[in-house]
């Protein structure tokens, strides 16, 4: 739908620098553009291949990998509800199909006010307080149908004030300091191996 | 050698004068054909009138004689000749090289070219020997088209898509009796033939 | 390739049988080169190996106990036990050929692969025999165009990786990538974001299956009713390709991967220029001026079709008309640069031996002149781009113009240790694989090019900074320097490219690689198609008697280039001209004076394949052979000789080149004494001094073409070769703070004859535009699209802006031969550059 904004742009750049090469910061930058426009539009691919020098198929190859960016509008709260065998025994479909009846739509369908998908998602490793599900990525447990009618009617009054909209990650920016950088370089310039990896001299002698 | 010598020998003429006869008033009257005779071809339509060549060119691939010349082109969105990307957009024999082999009939993978009974068709010129699409295409009550020169009869038509291939299922003795062709205009789909098994029809 | 020592060869047995192989050398390659084909879909010779397919697995025990391992991920390693046709082995293929048939549709009938297919071949040899498979396949919408002249039909693909691999990595476009990874991979664009590659067809060629398909092919033929034979394409490259035709038709042309060129690849222009060949508008008879009725007279207003006969006469008594009226200075030749070489040589004969004339030029204004070029030290592709060298770009775009060179100049880039240093007027496709952009402003390149040799990189030179002069020399120190050196761009004469020549010759080690347009280029400037040559890269001066004594006259003294031509033909000492496939209209820098010059000919005699402009407007037309409807030689830009091979018979009764030459000679009671293609190359062997050794047999065996002139003194005997000498240097203009100057270049879709006759290529010539750095568009006060006028001391055409960060700052940048305005117009061929100014309407 649309290109990063201005303020997005500076956050990008911002992010880009906390790497050695800017094709490193390609993640974070579409979690940037989904928290922008709830979705990773095509522009903003684009824009984002712009930013860190790639081309808009190589975004898109990495956008598509991971279910978690949405690619098409979605509902500002996104409902995963467990299906996988811990839920499905404590009665997941059965809470997935409520959802349906409630919300009128199919599993992967979007509310016709654009407020809720419902997503059918295996385990979200919550098996023990099963059956569970998950709005915009927040847990909600032991669910009954009478719980989720009233997180629907808490979401509707704005009252799930933890559930931010979705693409939000988090509700605070963490930023990093440009003096605080991992201290990550590019292996053409690295002097010496990793900590983790046998010196390359030692390698030899051996 | 005597007089009673010669009268022996015309007896057998004499004799087979009685017998039933074995030749026919051909052209007037011609002899029931063999089942499996190879004659002219066809291009036979789905029974939805959509052709059925694709315009591989396997049966020019395989065509010992260098007798058939096909070209593909793609098929247009809007009113397809055949189902599929492609159709045969040349397709034609000459006669004057075709030895009835069938291996092309064999080779395609669509039963769009098949044999009919039909063999007396003499020409003229040599274009005329060349037979079109135009001309091996069954026409749209899905029968075979009668050229000036080709001296249909009646039933020369039938079973020309019931030639059992060696290749196919049907000669595979687990395939007996199930109906592997697609149905094609003007006959429908075809009865199963009998199997290779020994069975006569059963 | 130099011979393994001792040290690099490691024992490696397989199937029980103990051979060599060279250390790191991969499996699967070290097995084939043994004779044992181990089957595979993603490995290929000319990209890194990724092991995607997993159809080369093999058992193999290197030490810790035989397991399967894919062959084309496995460097050798000595004592290594292979075993490719173990039972373990064929469960494995089986297995892996089963399930990658799985959403494999068989479509194989109507699919162009159908016959020469990997996956239906390997299926055959080592796939099981039935599919286990009754479940529905995936399905995609079939065949969707990802660019103008490729189709993509994902539910054929077999993820094999080849194209992608190829587009990221060999042609550097990675608009083609895996999407939606997991179970539902695919090969897709980006939304409405085409494969634009310049290189797309490659991926046709390397893909396995039918998934890639090129428009201009599709559905032409199969693959068993093609003959095929390997041939040379007529670029400057001398790319070698194999040229297929079904029916007497060019139906496809693939790249053949010869080591010393280009690799197997082919730019997308070469490979589907075959479109033109069979192009309705094919001269196929002769033609002179007629009336309106058909019949031949000698003033009429058009073109009609004649036998070849009256045609020859007629250029014949032309010819000796001119002789008799105005001698042999009055008859020139231009073109002859897309001709087989002994075609070349065959003209040059009639022009310089039998007519006696020696106004020849192959080149059109936009060349650099044979006595340089024939001069200098050259180097082969594969020596310029080793290891450890460096390489100094002086040329068009290559990847506009010469595209498999660019795709070796990229890879060596990539993975070689080679510096790039370019002194062009504007950056090139290679972008930021450049070592150093020392981009020189027209007229300046020669004072650049002496400062880095001086090493005097204190002060600013030609628009380049210290900094960058200082880059430029410390990246050609102690390196072996190749410089391909041509002309980037026709706003700007030869004289400061020669310049720079000669400073760059003063370097410890140098060799250059003159890259200059039209195919066979190299070829016409070796065979005298040129002033003041003669075969075999010597001069008349010095060649002359040599020549004499062959062919019984040669001109006395230099003659005219085409610009000199045009001019003569203007003030009328030159009456009878010969356009050899040149298009002056279209393709000479100064338009007005080619068409004042044409028109004033008493007689244009052209030689052509297509009705161009130039030839509309001739008196004689005769039809000739294209590419792979004559068969000859060709010289590519090392000197490298390589067999052109006929494939299809020439439309209606076009004859080849060498064959006009031959027939027109006769007419004008003169024999040239040839009588096929093999006798003018026996000719050529024995006269010309650069071609002694080089026989006929030797080039044809040579499956990478044989570089003359050869190592051994076989033409000690032979007039001396043309040395290089550095001519006075060009003066510097001085700059126009007011002014941009003028950067004319070529790119690779364009009106040209050929791209316009190709259906599918045609379209993707853009408009004209002008290009500035962003900051002198700014200065302007000009947008992006806006409509600005340019003006020269000579005219003015108006033309949309484009602000671009890859013109240097003072420089615009006009494409030639472009619609919509012509550049041609504001350029002075008399001037050494030309500065314009721009302003917005």
Not at chain 1, 90 to 103: D, F, I, K, Y
Not at chain 2, 86 to 97: M, P, T
Not at chain 3, 293 to 320: F, H, K, P, Q, Y
Request: contains cysteine; negative net charge.
């Amino acid at each position: 739908m649309s290109r990063l904004s201005p303020e997005n742009v500076t956050i990008a750049e911002e992010i880009i620098a906390r790497y050695p090469r800017p094709k490193s910061a390609l993640i974070p930058l579409l979690h940037l553009a989904q928290e922008q426009d709830g979705h990773v539009a095509d522009d903003a691919m684009t824009h984002v291949a712009e930013l860190v020098g790639v081309t808009p198929a190589e975004v898109l190859g990495t956008c598509s990998f991971y279910e978690m960016f949405k690619r098409h509008e979605v509902g500002t709260y996104v409902v995963n509800v467990c299906t996988n065998i811990s839920c499905q025994l404590l009665g997941g479909e059965e809470l997935l199909h409520h959802a349906e009846t409630v919300l009128g739509v199919k599993a992967g369908g979007t509310t016709d006010d654009g407020l809720f998908t419902i997503e059918d998602v295996e385990c979200i490793a919550a098996c023990t307080e099963a059956p569970c599900l998950q709005v915009n990525y927040r847990y909600r447990y032991h669910v009954t149908n009478d719980d989720f009618d009233q997180l629907v009617d808490d979401l509707r009054a704005g009252r799930a004030t933890d559930v931010p909209e979705h693409g939000v990650l988090a509700t605070v920016r963490q930023r990093i300091a440009g003096d605080r950088l991992a201290g990550v370089v590019p292996p053409e310039v690295a002097t010496e191996a990793p900590v983790w990896l046998p010196d390359p001299a030692e390698e030899r002698a051996r | 050698m005597g007089l009673l010598d010669s009268v022996r020998g015309f007896g057998l003429t004499f004799g087979k004068l009685f017998d039933e006869r074995v030749t026919t008033e051909y052209p007037a009257e011609k002899r029931e054909k063999s089942e499996r005779l190879h004659g002219r071809h066809v291009l036979n339509r789905y029974e939805d009138g959509m052709e059925k060549c694709i315009g591989c060119e396997l049966c020019a691939g395989v065509c010992p004689a260098n007798c058939i010349y096909v070209r593909g082109q793609d098929n247009p969105a809007d009113d397809p000749v055949s189902p599929g990307e492609r159709f045969g957009f040349v397709y034609e024999i000459n006669y004057l090289r075709c030895i009835h082999c069938d291996l092309c009939v064999e080779a395609c993978p669509t039963e769009a070219i098949t044999e009919s009974k039909l063999f007396e068709f003499s020409f003229t010129s040599r274009d005329d020997a060349i037979y079109t699409k135009d001309e091996l295409l069954v026409g749209d009550d899905g029968k075979p088209q009668q050229l000036p020169w080709e001296d249909w009869r009646d039933g020369e038509d039938q079973h020309t898509s019931a030639w059992m291939r060696a290749t196919a299922p049907s000669g595979d003795a687990s395939y007996e009796g199930r109906v592997a062709w697609a149905g094609e205009l003007g006959y429908g789909t075809r009865d199963p033939e009998v199997g290779q098994s020994g069975g006569d029809g059963d | 390739m130099t011979a393994p020592t001792d040290a690099d060869v490691v024992p490696v047995t397989v199937n029980g049988v103990e051979v060599e192989a060279n250390a790191g050398e991969l499996l699967i390659d070290a097995c084939e080169r043994n004779g044992v084909y181990i089957p595979r879909f993603c490995h290929h010779p000319r990209m890194k190996p990724v092991g995607m397919c997993r159809m080369c697995l093999v058992e193999v025990d290197a030490g810790r106990g035989a397991s399967l391992q894919p062959s084309c991920m496995l460097p050798c390693t000595p004592g290594m036990i292979v075993d490719t046709e173990s039972d373990l082995t064929k469960k494995a293929q089986d297995g892996v050929l089963e399930f990658l048939l799985i959403n494999h549709p068989l479509d194989c009938p109507v699919c162009d692969k159908g016959g020469e297919c990997p996956l239906q071949d390997q299926t055959m040899a080592y796939g099981p025999g039935e599919s286990r498979f009754v479940e529905e396949k995936r399905h995609y919408e079939k065949p969707i165009p990802i660019s103008d002249t490729v189709y993509l039909d994902r539910e054929r693909c077999i993820l094999c990786d080849r194209c992608t691999r190829f587009a990221s990595e060999v042609a550097g476009d990675p608009l083609i990538h895996f999407q939606d990874r997991g179970s539902q991979t695919q090969v897709n664009t980006f939304p409405d974001e085409p494969f634009a590659s310049y290189f797309s067809g490659n991926t046709v060629q390397i893909c396995p299956v039918g998934a890639l398909t090129a428009k201009p092919y599709r559905f032409k033929a199969r693959p068993w009713d093609l003959e095929e034979v390997d041939s040379t394409f007529p670029n400057p490259m001398g790319d070698r390709v194999n040229v297929q035709s079904s029916r007497d038709r060019v139906l496809r042309i693939q790249g053949v991967d010869s080591d010393a060129t280009n690799w197997g690849w082919l730019t997308d222009r070469d490979r589907f220029s075959f479109e033109a060949l069979s192009h309705d508008q094919r001269l196929v008879t002769p033609l002179v001026r007629g009336d309106s009725l058909g019949n031949a007279t000698d003033d009429g207003d058009e073109l009609v079709a004649t036998s070849w006969a009256v045609a020859v006469e007629r250029a014949a008594s032309a010819i000796t008309a001119s002789l008799e009226a105005g001698g042999a200075e009055s008859i020139g030749v231009i073109g002859g640069a897309n001709l087989t070489t002994e075609a070349q040589y065959v003209w040059a004969k009639l022009a310089k031996g039998v007519i006696g004339t020696d106004n020849v030029d192959a080149q059109l204004g936009d060349g650099l002149p044979a006595q340089v070029v024939t001069a200098l030290p050259r180097n082969t592709i594969s020596d310029a781009m080793a290891p450890g060298s460096a390489v100094v770009l002086l040329v068009d775009d290559p990847k506009e113009q010469f595209g498999t060179l660019f795709l070796r100049l990229r890879h060596a880039a990539v993975e070689g240790d080679i510096t790039i240093v370019e002194l062009s007027p504007i950056a090139s496709g290679l972008g930021s694989l450049v070592t150093v952009g020392a981009h020189a402003r027209p007229g300046d390149v020669g004072a650049v090019a002496r400062a880095i040799v001086d090493g005097r990189t204190d002060v600013e030179v030609g628009g380049v900074e210290p900094a960058e002069l200082q880059a430029a020399a410390a990246a050609l120190a102690a390196r072996a320097v190749t410089v391909i050196v041509g002309r980037p761009s026709v706003a700007e004469q030869a004289g400061p490219i020669i310049d720079a020549i000669a400073a760059f010759t003063e370097l410890e080690s140098v060799s250059f690689l003159p890259l200059l347009r039209r195919g066979n280029i190299s070829g016409a400037l070796d065979m005298g198609l040129t002033p003041g040559m003669l075969p075999g890269r010597t001069t008349l001066a010095e060649g002359g008697e040599w020549y004499r004594a062959a062919w019984g006259t040669v001109p006395a003294d230099s003659g005219l280039d085409t610009a000199g031509m045009l001019e003569a033909a203007v003030d009328g000492s030159l009456t009878t001209l010969v356009l050899l496939g040149a298009d002056p209209l279209a393709d000479f820098p100064d338009a007005d004076l080619a068409s004042r010059g044409l028109a004033a000919c008493r007689t244009v005699i052209a030689v052509d394949i297509f009705a161009s402009s130039s030839v509309a407007n001739a008196d004689v037309v005769l039809p000739a052979a294209g590419f792979a409807e004559g068969a000859g030689t060709h010289t590519n830009l090392e000197g490298r000789l390589s067999p052109l091979m006929q494939k299809v018979n020439p439309p209606g009764t076009a004859r080849a080149d060498w064959l006009i030459a031959a027939e027109l000679a006769w007419a004008l009671r003169a024999d040239l004494g040839i009588e096929s293609p093999e006798s003018a190359w026996a000719e050529i062997e024995r006269l010309a001094p650069s071609h002694a050794g080089a026989t006929v047999e030797q080039v044809r065996a040579a499956h990478d073409g044989l570089v003359i002139p050869r190592p051994d003194d076989a033409g000690a005997d032979r007039p001396a070769m043309v040395s290089f000498s550095a001519p006075v240097p060009t003066e510097i203009v001085p700059v126009d703070g007011y002014a941009l100057r003028l950067v004319a270049d070529r790119r690779l879709y364009d009106q040209g004859t050929i791209v316009q006759h190709c259906a599918s290529m045609a379209h993707q010539s853009d408009l004209a535009r002008i290009s500035m750095h962003p900051l002198d568009a700014a200065a302007l006060g000009v947008r992006d699209g806006d409509l600005v006028r340019v003006t020269s001391a000579r005219a003015s055409i108006e033309l949309p802006a484009r602000p671009d960060r890859c013109v240097p700052r003072g420089r615009a940048v006009i494409p030639l031969n472009r619609a919509g305005a012509d550049v041609r117009a504001l350029i002075d061929l008399a001037t050494v550059v030309t500065d314009v100014r721009v302003a917005t309407l």
